[in-house]
C-alpha cells in the first residue's frame, strides 16, 4: 500500500504543482530554515517533559534541564539538516542563539503555567507522538504522529494536541486557514476509527508557542495560546470530502501515483510556494 501524510495532503491543497515536484519528480521544494528547526526542537523538548510529568512526578518533571535538552536537540538537528542538505540550509550562528533565547522564553512561561494546559489530576498520558496508520481506499494507507493524547478518566474523554511554533501566534486569518487546522480533524477521525472511540469523546487542540511578543503593549501578554477548531460533524465531512478528491486526483486505483499536469496555482490562484519556480 501507498502511504499518504497530512504534510503531503496539505501540500497539494495549498499547491498541487509543488506537491508534483516533491511526490512525482523528485525534487524537493524545501530544504529546511531555522523555523523547523526551532519548531522540532521545542516539541522534542516540552514532549519529553510530559512523559515525565505525566508518568512519573511532577517534581521530577521539574528537576529536567530543559534548556539543556533544547540546546541539545536544536544542535542534533542543525547537524541533520546540514548533512542532508549541504550549503542548502542556511542557518547561522546568530539564528540559532536568538531561537535558542526564544526558547527559553517560552519553557520558563510554559513551566509556570504547565496546569492549566496540562492538567494532572483524573488524566492520564495516552500517548507523545502516537501513530495513526489508517487504510483508506485506492490502496492508500494515512499515517500520521499525535504529538500529544491525554485522557480524563472522570469524564473518559481523549484529547488530541498539537503543539505548533509561530513568531508571534495565530491572528483570525491563520485561525480560519483550513489549511492549517484540518489536520487534528483528520486526527480525530482516524483516531476515533482506529482505537474504536466515539468521535465525540474526542476533542481536538493546538497549543501554539509564540517565539515573541508585542512591543508597547500596556495588558500582560501569554507566549502560549490555545486554539480549539470547528470539529463537528460537518467540519470533518468537508475535509474528508477534500482528501478524497487528493486521493482521486494523484492516486490511481491501486494506489499508483498519477502523473498529471499539475497546475501552478490553477485551482488557488496565489501560492508563495511556487511563484518563482
Not at 531555522?34 to 528537576?63: C, P, R
Not at 499525535?146 to 474523554?157: E, Q, W
Not at 477521525?189 to 501554539?208: G, H, N, R, S, T
Request: charged fraction near 30%; charge should be positive.
Amino acid at each position: 500500500m501507498s502511504r499518504i501524510s497530512y504534510s503531503q495532503f496539505s501540500k497539494w491543497d495549498k499547491c498541487p504543482y509543488t506537491w508534483k515536484l516533491d511526490y512525482v519528480d523528485k525534487v524537493s521544494t524545501f530544504k529546511g530554515n531555522i523555523y523547523t528547526l526551532f519548531g522540532s526542537a521545542i516539541h522534542e523538548t516540552i514532549q519529553a517533559y510530559l512523559v515525565a510529568y505525566y508518568n512519573k512526578t511532577i517534581k521530577y518533571a521539574d528537576s529536567l534541564p530543559l534548556h539543556d535538552i533544547l540546546q541539545y536537540r536544536m544542535e542534533e538537528n542543525y547537524k541533520k539538516s546540514k548533512e542532508q542538505h549541504g550549503d542548502d540550509f542556511d542557518v547561522s550562528l546568530d539564528d540559532m542563539k536568538e531561537f535558542f533565547q526564544d526558547g527559553i522564553n517560552i519553557i520558563d512561561e510554559f513551566l509556570k503555567r504547565k496546569s492549566s494546559y496540562f492538567p494532572k489530576k483524573s488524566t492520564e498520558l495516552v500517548g507523545i507522538e502516537l501513530d495513526l496508520n489508517q487504510n483508506l481506499d485506492n490502496k492508500l494507507t494515512f499515517i500520521g504522529y499525535m504529538d500529544v493524547v491525554i485522557h480524563n478518566k472522570k469524564t473518559g474523554r481523549i484529547k488530541i494536541i498539537d503543539i505548533k511554533t509561530a513568531t508571534m501566534g495565530w491572528n483570525k486569518y491563520m485561525k480560519a486557514d483550513k489549511n492549517k487546522t484540518n489536520q487534528l480533524l483528520l486526527y480525530k477521525k482516524f483516531f476515533a476509527d482506529q482505537a474504536d472511540i466515539p468521535i465525540d469523546k474526542i476533542d481536538v487542540e493546538y497549543l501554539i508557542l509564540k517565539r515573541r511578543l508585542y512591543e508597547n503593549i500596556v495588558y500582560p501578554q501569554k507566549r502560549i495560546q490555545v486554539f480549539t477548531p470547528a470539529s463537528g460533524k460537518p467540519s470533518i465531512n468537508k475535509v474528508m470530502t477534500r482528501l478524497d478528491e487528493f486521493m482521486s486526483e494523484c492516486y490511481d486505483e491501486d494506489g499508483n501515483i498519477i502523473d498529471n499536469d499539475y497546475q501552478k496555482c490553477e485551482k488557488h490562484k496565489k501560492c508563495r510556494l511556487c511563484k518563482d519556480l
